[in-house]
């Protein structure tokens, strides 16, 4: 109450000189005026309002609560809930470059699902189903990546995915949109030469995903020699063989989609000792046997041998290599 009398007190006595001021004083005199009545006015409207009644309160705890109980509120937390608890289905399936699907008959493709940023595994597993069917044109549920068999004129055809068509899928729990590192490692039917991909994605609470992801790379399995084998003396032919296949485990032959003469197959013989190396051409076998690619090679001279077999792809770039050993002591 003190300090309201004392606020009375000052506006009484400043305001008749402002007032004057304002009628005689000069430009800045009359700009200090105005400011000190400005002043006067808040201070005559803070007194008003106070003097007489109680000082205002808040009271926090109610308003909050209030919040938290009223409608909106309890419609934007079960927002928030419904969305913390939405399945996000993704599937993945894993196309051989140039090939079909990687199906059960060739072990299918590992998968693992990550959390790009965080680097936490989401889901894994591989992939199970057939290597899907062919068309000769584009049909819904087609991949966008055709089969081209060179020729005069070339063929074009399409790899459809069926109900049973080899895939893997999860079910992740999202509670805000997260970038995906899908990784996919196959075929597991032939681990030395399986090749590996990596795509992202974005995932959104709710939104399935399809990923069809491909994989490069040729199969090649060395038939002979077996490794470590020791030949009896030098002077000795050594048979190289190696069947060579698409990612899918899709044959190579005439009269199919991948023909023979599409891929250039060869051996590098390299003497450990003495580090020469010699490049040897394998021709597609006359036993007509698909995938299947032979030659030799002469040993000269005693030593360890390191043979790596080496499939080109011409049309799509896509290779492979199988290695193995063989050597002879004097």
Not at 12 to 26: D, E, M, Q
Not at 29 to 41: D, R
Not at 46 to 65: C, D, F, Y
Not at 124 to 142: K, L
Request: glycine share 10%; with cysteine; hydrophobic share 40%.
């Amino acid at each position: 109450m003190l300090e309201i009398k004392k606020s009375w007190k000052f506006i009484y006595t400043c305001s008749p000189i402002c007032i004057s001021r304002l009628h005689s004083g000069g430009f800045a005199l009359k700009t200090q005026s105005l400011y000190l009545l400005l002043i006067i006015a808040v201070l005559f409207t803070g007194i008003s309002r106070t003097e007489g009644q109680p000082p205002m309160e808040v009271n926090l705890l109610t308003a909050k609560n209030y919040s938290a109980d009223s409608d909106q509120g309890t419609h934007l937390k079960g927002d928030r809930e419904a969305q913390m608890n939405t399945k996000t289905k993704i599937t993945v399936r894993v196309q051989a470059k140039g090939g079909k699907y990687l199906g059960d008959d060739i072990g299918g493709a590992w998968v693992t699902i990550r959390n790009s940023q965080t680097g936490d595994i989401l889901a894994s597993g591989v992939t199970s189903g057939d290597s899907g069917s062919i068309s000769d044109e584009y049909v819904p549920n087609a991949s966008r990546r055709a089969i081209v068999t060179p020729g005069d004129p070339r063929q074009i055809h399409w790899v459809v995915a069926n109900p049973t068509t080899s895939r893997f899928s999860a079910e992740l729990t999202l509670d805000h949109p997260a970038m995906l590192e899908i990784s996919v490692f196959g075929a597991t039917g032939g681990l030395q030469t399986a090749h590996k991909a990596v795509a992202t994605a974005w995932a959104v609470p709710g939104n399935d995903i399809v990923a069809d992801i491909e994989i490069s790379g040729l199969l090649v399995q060395v038939i002979e020699p077996i490794t470590h084998l020791q030949l009896p003396a030098i002077g000795v032919a050594v048979p190289l063989k190696a069947n060579v296949a698409m990612m899918c485990g899709c044959p190579i032959n005439y009269g199919m989609l991948w023909i023979p003469s599409d891929f250039e197959v060869s051996a590098q013989i390299r003497n450990l000792g003495s580090g020469g190396i010699v490049i040897v051409p394998l021709n597609f076998s006359t036993t007509g046997l698909s995938g299947t690619f032979e030659g030799s090679y002469n040993v000269t001279e005693p030593g360890f041998y390191e043979a790596t077999i080496l499939a080109v792809q011409r049309s799509t770039g896509n290779t492979g290599a199988g290695q193995v050993t063989f050597f002879t002591q004097p």
